[in-house]
């Protein structure tokens, strides 16, 4: 990571640590304005003007005081900055401030934080207000214009806080719909692939013990090895939707390529005659994402041969050519099909689309079966193999 990721890194802490103590953030402002409009009082005057005085001190530091509760109570906190200020102006001969310092961070904190009601009088206030104090200062017009300007920019840069703030809350919310639908996806793939394979196995079950125990054993076997696989995944999804301070289950990495033997053999022991098949070296340096949702993809195609296609064999093969990686799989079942209400399909188009790839479902070749081919675009320094 550079220079600049940590330093991104480092704003994006600190803005949560400013989110979960805007107490202490508002405090530090108020203590940044006061050592600010500190200045004038340690310069030294110019000949002919009288000393600052710590009672002129002690009226600018009553007029940056109520910064602290600007997040509360930002109208009231203007207009008990004006009275302040008015009195400071009227009452006392003390140093002159270059900028409004304590006005500006209030008109800011109403522009990003008010109802458009209470915007319209804060500005209502400002019109009288503004033009005002420059008559119990100067009286010129270039004060005028300048006060004027910068009040106006304070506003501005409120109202671009506010819009900026709602544009990530919206994002924020995007990706956590994105989060949940992903989420979902990886369940129902998880539940409907591991539901199958248990009813079929159990459904075959009894007809193997009277006629072939050796195999009642094997099936049995083979429906707790696919819950305990499932469980397994699951936990790991429900981590995710943890919520608290309760630490969460150690996760394993997502299943890849790495784990299609094994998912093959899983299904092979229903009952279905599965192969698997690679051919242009498909597999090592594939981003860990592509991998995973290929895991998934040929899951949820085998799911839907076991549920619906009344087969008898059933194909897996992936090739790699040319930066394009081919999944296919393809069984000698009833031909083209529905998703029987569910969202298998639906599903694999889905993940097929998030890594900039298509799939395609129909009948396979010579119109006998069905087949399901997704085509992914990969790196072209991505290796695939056996």
Request: hydrophobic letters at 45%; one cysteine or more; charged letters at 20%.
């Amino acid at each position: 990571m550079g220079v600049r990721g940590h330093a991104r890194v480092r704003w994006e802490r600190a803005r949560t640590w400013g989110v979960a103590n805007p107490w202490a953030v508002d405090l530090g402002i108020a203590l940044l304005v006061q050592a600010a409009m500190t200045m004038p009082f340690v310069v030294p005057r110019p000949p002919g003007l009288e000393p600052a005085t710590w009672a002129a001190y002690g009226l600018t530091t009553l007029t940056v005081v109520p910064l602290v509760w600007r997040r509360r109570a930002p109208v009231a906190v203007l207009l008990a900055i004006m009275v302040a200020s008015a009195l400071y102006k009227v009452a006392l001969e003390g140093p002159g401030q270059p900028l409004p310092y304590t006005g500006l961070v209030s008109v800011c904190t109403v522009a990003l934080l008010s109802p458009p009601w209470k915007r319209l009088v804060t500005a209502g206030l400002l019109v009288v207000a503004v033009p005002a104090s420059v008559w119990l200062n100067t009286r010129s017009a270039r004060e005028l214009t300048f006060s004027l300007f910068v009040f106006a920019a304070a506003y501005v840069f409120g109202r671009l806080q506010d819009a900026r703030q709602r544009a990530h809350r919206i994002d924020a919310e995007r990706a956590a719909a994105r989060e949940r639908a992903r989420i979902a996806r990886e369940m129902h793939d998880i539940l409907s692939h591991a539901v199958s394979l248990m009813i079929v196995q159990a459904e075959a079950g009894p007809v193997a013990v009277r006629t072939a125990p050796e195999r009642a054993e094997a099936a049995f076997d083979a429906i707790s090895e696919t819950g305990r696989e499932a469980m397994n995944q699951l936990r790991q999804m429900l981590g995710l939707l943890r919520e608290g301070s309760e630490p969460a289950a150690p996760r394993e990495p997502q299943p890849d390529l790495a784990a299609l033997p094994g998912l093959v053999e899983r299904v092979r022991s229903s009952g279905l005659a599965v192969t698997y098949t690679t051919e242009g070296g498909v597999r090592a340096a594939l981003p860990a994402a592509v991998g995973a949702s290929v895991y998934r993809i040929v899951q949820e195609a085998l799911t839907n041969v076991v549920k619906h296609a009344d087969a008898r064999t059933a194909e897996v093969r992936l090739s790699r050519a040319d930066g394009v990686l081919c999944v296919t799989v393809t069984d000698d079942g009833g031909g083209p099909r529905g998703d029987a209400g569910g969202h298998g399909l639906l599903g694999i188009r889905e993940r097929a689309a998030a890594h900039g790839g298509t799939a395609t479902t129909g009948p396979g070749p010579g119109g006998r079966g069905f087949e399901v081919r997704v085509r992914l675009p990969v790196p072209s320094t991505a290796e695939v193999g056996p």
